[in-house]
């Protein structure tokens, strides 16, 4: 069997190497790659590269993407091996456009991470990303001679942002725009932070490379160079490295700007407010494509939340979600994240299931060839959302569905979870956690962090005495979730301050199989639906944090975001509770502080209780889809 797969995997290996191949020889064959360094209305130029159609007997139009990462490789005369978003929009003959940012790589200018939108531009010297979008877009229109008139801007992660931030004030040529994962709001959900708690892992790799300072115009092969860890071992590393204040005195000192402003601003104050672009999504004109992965461990919250600004606070514009069982940028590319190559491989599943490819073809190509090329073809469903456990794509007129209504998950004694509420007059479990010990986020020795623990069996943390652990009965019949998660906790602690971290888990039964007969998942898998953590003292404000009073019962309410997926008949609905989640969050010291500046001496021991009667209930709400 193992030497069946090895040949597969080669096989599959030297299969994606040749089809990268064909891509590169067609690119060089059918486009001509010009660069320019294009002129902002301050005078800034930023450094563009343009690939045009050999073919000048038609009119094409343009997709423009706007990125921090460089536009490597550098030079006219060296070409990239796929135009972005895939050979769909190569073969049909698109001019894509790629800009280095203001302030990055080959751009001139000063680089702000996730600048703020100025709604109250007075003069040339107030600029944007998006009047430098504005200003580019008006440049393409006046020098490139082959265009139809028509632009769309599309980019994943960071360049979704800068897509999102396209949106206000949008040149009028621009007529469709794709913000994919996009930043959206690093202190309420994407990347850095969620719900206030910062994410250690991601934050410190970022940083380490992305912000080292650039005070001139340069290539990747002189930039900055990857962090030099002493272990492969990242939960050693950080829990040696102690609280977060070392990171400046041992690793950065005083050259990462924006690391700086990371420990600077611990509140939702005035800093974190300007970088929130949801709040500028407003008279929209462009038709928009937001598109996101369930198991993104980045950007799945600034998605759903895109999208959700944009339904709240306009009418009229055309606006479209896609969510898939992705995880960061899986829609790109291969065979669709979720499912990954082995699990297609070993469980037999169906070549159709690539979710990837059943994307570009259905819902981006399209969405773009209307609004850009004025095709004749169906716009996508307001919403189209793939639903885990059951492998399916669902067309929804809105999200959350109108369908779906609410049911509570009430945590009970003994760890049963039920939907009928408990009875007892009191009732609690408790549990130290002690920030020597973390509860790890994934199980084994990883570097970087890892993509897969979005999924990933929660078996290795289940029996540790503090995580605590609450399960239903085995179902008897399929149950379908589509919409929101709300952790509604009744908690106390010994300290004045916690992180509490929820996690809804698919429990497969001892006995599982694949239809195929395969056991590529093994029975009992606890797998991981949706985790999310709340940083205590911001229950019930970010910009205005509350100490708890010890051993008083207090209320922690929050979201996590949406999820979709059948939990089949013959599985369990498991919900997780654990305080630590390291190292992808850091250490709460369990004491009310500015935690960047905590010394070691802060961080203590503390005792945590999850109350379950019916006077302190303790639940989670779930969306059923019937």
Same mark, same amino acid.
């Not at 080959?106 to 939108?117: C, L, Q, T, W």
């Not at 945590?411 to 009928?420: A, C, D, T, Y």
């Not at 408990?422 to 993509?451: A, F, W």
């Given at each position: ?80 091996? %796929? ?16 800009? /280095? ?30 009047? +430098? ?49 996009? @930043? ?27 912000? #080292? ?13 990857? $962090? ?9 590393? $950080? ?31 005035? !800093? ?45 514009? /055309? ?32 070549? /159709? ?11 981006? !190509? ?19 959302? !793939?639903?885990?456990?059951? +492998? ?26 039920? $939907? ?40 290795? @943390? ?25 952790? +509604? ?5 010994? %300290? ?14 001892? /006995? ?35 100490? !708890? ?35 992808? #969050? ?41």
């Amino acid at each position: 069997m193992k030497k069946t797969i090895l040949l597969i995997f080669l096989t599959a290996s030297l299969c994606v190497y040749g089809q990268r191949q064909e891509k590169a020889d067609f690119i060089k064959k059918n486009y001509i790659k010009t660069e320019y360094q294009i002129p902002m209305r301050d005078g800034v130029k930023l450094f563009t590269t343009v690939y045009e159609p050999v073919d000048k007997t038609k009119k094409h139009p343009i997709l423009l993407t706007r990125t921090p990462y460089s536009l490597s490789p550098y030079g006219e005369d060296k070409y990239v091996r %796929g135009l972005v978003p895939s050979m769909l929009f190569s073969k049909e003959g698109y001019i894509i456009v790629y800009q /280095d940012v203001r302030g990055r790589w080959m751009s001139e200018g000063e680089f702000v991470d996730i600048r703020p939108h100025n709604p109250e531009k007075k003069g040339k010297k107030d600029i944007d990303e998006s009047s +430098d979008t504005y200003d580019t877009v008006e440049w393409l229109l006046k020098n490139l001679n082959s265009h139809n008139g028509n632009v769309g801007i599309y980019g994943i992660s960071y360049p979704g942002f800068y897509a999102s931030a396209s949106l206000p004030g949008a040149h009028p040529s621009v007529k469709a725009v794709s913000p994919q994962a996009p @930043v959206t709001d690093w202190f309420i959900g994407d990347d850095f932070h969620h719900n206030g708690a910062f994410m250690l892992i991601d934050a410190f790799a970022f940083y380490s490379s992305f912000g #080292v300072p650039r005070p001139k115009p340069i290539t990747p092969d002189k930039g900055p160079k990857p $962090f030099d860890y002493y272990t492969q071992d990242n939960y050693k590393f $950080f829990l040696e490295l102690g609280p977060l204040k070392n990171v400046q005195l041992r690793y950065f000192g005083d050259t990462m700007k924006f690391w700086n402003d990371l420990m600077k601003h611990g509140t939702y104050d005035d !800093f974190w407010k300007a970088r929130n672009i949801r709040t500028h999504l407003k008279d929209i004109k462009p038709a928009t494509l937001v598109v996101g992965g369930f198991f993104d461990a980045e950007d799945c919250w600034g998605a759903l939340h895109t999208y959700e600004a944009l339904e709240k606070q306009n009418t009229g514009n /055309d606006n479209f979600l896609t969510m898939g069982p992705w995880y960061h940028g899986g829609w790109s590319g291969g065979t669709g994240g979720w499912y990954g190559e082995a699990k297609e491989i070993i469980c037999d599943i169906n070549p /159709d299931k690539n979710t990837a490819t059943w994307y570009q073809e259905n819902v981006e !190509f399209p969405f773009f060839e209307k609004y850009l090329n004025n095709k004749s073809v169906s716009v996508p469903s307001e919403a189209i959302i !793939f639903e885990t456990g059951s +492998d399916t794509w669902r067309k929804f007129d809105t999200w959350p569905p109108a369908k779906s209504s609410a049911k509570v998950l009430y945590f009970k004694k003994n760890g049963i979870l039920s $939907f009928s509420p408990p009875k007892d007059q009191e009732s609690y479990d408790e549990y130290m956690s002690d920030p020597s010990k973390p509860v790890p986020y994934d199980d084994g020795i990883h570097l970087q962090r890892t993509r897969e623990y979005m999924r990933n069996d929660q078996r290795f @943390v289940s029996r540790r005495p503090d995580v605590l652990v609450y399960q239903t009965e085995v179902l008897e019949e399929d149950i379908v979730l589509a919409g929101p998660v709300i952790a +509604d906790l009744m908690v106390s602690t010994s %300290g004045t301050d916690a992180d509490w971290v929820v996690k809804l888990i698919d429990v497969y039964p001892d /006995d599982y199989k694949e239809p195929s007969g395969e056991s590529c998942i093994p029975g009992g898998y606890q797998m991981l639906i949706r985790g999310e953590v709340m940083r205590g003292k911001f229950r019930n404000s970010f910009e205005k944090p509350e100490p !708890f009073i010890p051993g008083t019962p207090t209320r922690v309410k929050y979201p996590l975001p949406d999820v979709s997926h059948c939990f089949r008949k013959g599985h369990r609905i498991m919900i997780q509770v654990q305080s630590s989640w390291f190292p992808l #969050v850091d250490r709460n010291p369990q004491k009310f502080i500015d935690i960047y500046q905590a010394d070691e001496k802060d961080f203590q021991k503390a005792t945590h209780r999850i109350y379950h009667d019916k006077n302190n209930i303790s639940s989670v709400t779930v969306y059923e889809l019937k």
